[in-house]
């Protein structure tokens, strides 16, 4: 796999998550996600393998990504002033121009796609409102990115009292529906969704390389079977997967 | 991708067929779409392992990071023999190919190359023989020299026309790769991942278990490369943990012919390890054939263990 090394012009805090930006000559696709972590090759080979972000935005040849420090991975990015990138990865949401307004729902980190989507529906004049949900306050900051979204926590901290959906009032209200976040909450996406909605899903698995060489990253398909997240994905239509 | 044209000689001879560099990649670690991105890099060609049926592998989590490497478990997930055949023109990069094989019985791999006899793209075959026999309880076919050489003299039955190299495990290497070498192999590629766990304390469960491969088992699989060379005379491939030119270089001096880049091609460019390789040489005025086994010659060649 080819890494670039790109320097980190601007890092922010977003309540728990950090935000990062460099510069790339695009394009980016919404959905589509970079392998990246601290410079620093032969250092970098412990931890060893680079971490999967989805791009949290693309604009005017600026790229930023939007995590939460979980691991030695993670940590390093965070405090890394030069980091090594690949090109952009996988599919990405496709977006649905005639299916009318569309539901963009975010579990946690998985709040990131949310923002270069919108970002291309804006420019695309198609309506959608955001949905947000967050284990708490803390957690949720990164919420004042997305104005107008509706914002739900766990623990009712902030929002509404409960899960990303609870704070919608009716999924059957829009023609497409797109989310991202822990594979339970996609689950329950697809379920409210109902057969034969137009549901785009950004799965989240552990990844080995990034390219489709390891098949490490798979998830379950409804025939049985398995596809990669890395090629086949991110995103998948959601009748596609067997959750 | 800029084409680097190398002034040393990087090409070695395997089992009598020529590559162009000693690097080829280990089975399982590169995918089709990442073909265009080692153009130039490989002097042979290796697939992920074929089975006689579709296999769809195991459920995930299937990878987990361990320090300087990782542990997978991946289940062999492949489209079957037919379907790899079909497909099998996407990894023509002009360079010699090797299919690597695997089954539940010695007759399914004696099948499976048998059906590969034919097939003028294949050059040779790897045995990948770390996968579980299930006629004697799941144990590895490499798990003992007598297991080693009946699937391997079946498979040289099968497939007279085609080197076979036996992939082997770390452990009991040595009377392995000498079953191996008995039964008919025209080489060894040593060694596979070794058989690992990796715990989610959270959890509290069992996040992967399967084989660790990466930097963390490089000295593991150079001293396996190192003792299996000096007691066999068909040649080794090296593998496990090659990250760098220098690893590349260090597993031909400890004897091995060719070099497979397995799992470190997750993090690095091909290219940037073959042009590493290539200043090594430069800078000791060597080609890349001349180094096999030198560290052997220079007098200060560690015992090797016989039974």
Redesign the interface.
């Known amino acids: 796999?080819?890494?670039h090394k790109v320097d980190v012009e601007e890092r922010r805090e977003l309540g728990s998550y950090t935000l990062i930006r460099y510069r790339w000559r695009g394009p980016v696709e919404p959905g589509q996600f970079v392998m990246a972590?601290a410079a620093g090759?032969?250092v970098?080979?412990?931890?060893?393998?680079?971490r999967p972000f989805s791009y949290y935005d693309y604009d005017e040849g600026i790229a930023s990504l939007l995590f939460e420090v979980r691991g030695r991975?993670t940590a390093n990015l965070d405090l890394a002033h030069t980091i090594e990138v690949t090109a952009p990865l996988g599919v990405g949401f496709r977006i649905e121009p005639g299916a009318g307004r569309a539901a963009l729902l975010g579990g946690g980190i998985g709040v990131v796609p949310l923002k270069i989507l919108g970002r291309h529906l804006d420019a695309m004049n198609l309506p959608y409102d955001a949905f947000l949900g967050f284990a708490d306050e803390d957690t949720s900051v990164v919420a004042g990115e997305f104005p107008d979204a509706r914002v739900a926590t766990m623990d009712g901290s902030a929002g509404t009292h409960g899960t990303v959906l609870d704070c919608i009032s009716d999924l059957d209200d829009y023609g497409a529906v797109y989310a991202c976040g822990p594979n339970p909450m996609l689950a329950a996406v697809k379920l409210a969704a109902g057969e034969g909605s137009f549901c785009q899903l950004s799965v989240e698995?552990?990844?080995?390389?990034?390219?489709?060489?390891?098949?490490?990253?798979?998830?379950?398909t409804h025939n049985?079977?398995?596809v990669r997240s890395c090629?086949e994905g991110p995103v998948f239509p959601a009748e596609v997967l067997a959750w | 991708m800029v084409a680097r044209q190398h002034v040393v000689d990087l090409a070695v001879d395997l089992c009598g067929i020529p590559l162009s560099t000693p690097l080829m990649p280990a089975s399982g670690t590169l995918s089709r779409e990442a073909l265009g991105e080692v153009e130039g890099v490989y002097g042979a060609m290796l697939p992920k392992t074929t089975t006689p049926a579709a296999r769809a592998g195991n459920p995930p989590p299937r990878v987990a990071e361990t320090p300087a490497g990782m542990v997978n478990s991946i289940g062999l997930q492949n489209p079957g023999v037919d379907g790899f055949l079909q497909d099998l023109d996407a990894f023509d990069l002009r360079v010699p190919l090797f299919v690597s094989v695997a089954g539940d019985t010695v007759t399914e791999f004696a099948a499976l190359c048998e059906r590969l006899a034919d097939d003028d793209r294949i050059s040779g075959v790897e045995l990948n023989l770390s996968c579980p026999n299930v006629e004697c309880g799941g144990l590895m076919f490499c798990a003992g020299p007598a297991s080693v050489d009946e699937v391997v003299a079946a498979c040289c039955t099968a497939l007279p026309n085609k080197p076979i190299l036996a992939k082997l495990t770390n452990e009991g290497v040595v009377e392995n790769a000498r079953a191996a070498e008995a039964a008919g192999a025209d080489g060894l590629t040593i060694i596979n991942t070794i058989p690992a766990l990796t715990i989610d304390a959270t959890a509290k469960k069992v996040l992967v278990r399967g084989g660790l491969s990466g930097p963390a088992i490089k000295p593991v699989a150079l001293r396996a490369v190192y003792d299996v060379s000096g007691v066999v005379s068909v040649p080794v491939v090296g593998s496990g943990g090659v990250v760098s030119g220098t690893d590349v270089a260090e597993f031909m001096l400890a004897g091995a012919t060719a070099v497979q880049v397995g799992t470190s091609s997750f993090v690095r460019d091909p290219h940037e390890i073959l042009d590493e390789f290539a200043a090594y040489l430069k800078e000791n005025g060597l080609g890349a054939a001349q180094l096999t086994g030198v560290v052997r010659r220079t007098g200060t060649v560690a015992t090797v263990p016989r039974p």
């Open positions: 796999m080819k890494f972590r090759y032969p970098t080979l412990d931890p060893f393998l680079a991975g698995e552990r990844m080995g390389c990034g390219n489709g060489s390891c098949n490490g990253c798979v998830v379950p049985g079977g398995y090629v």
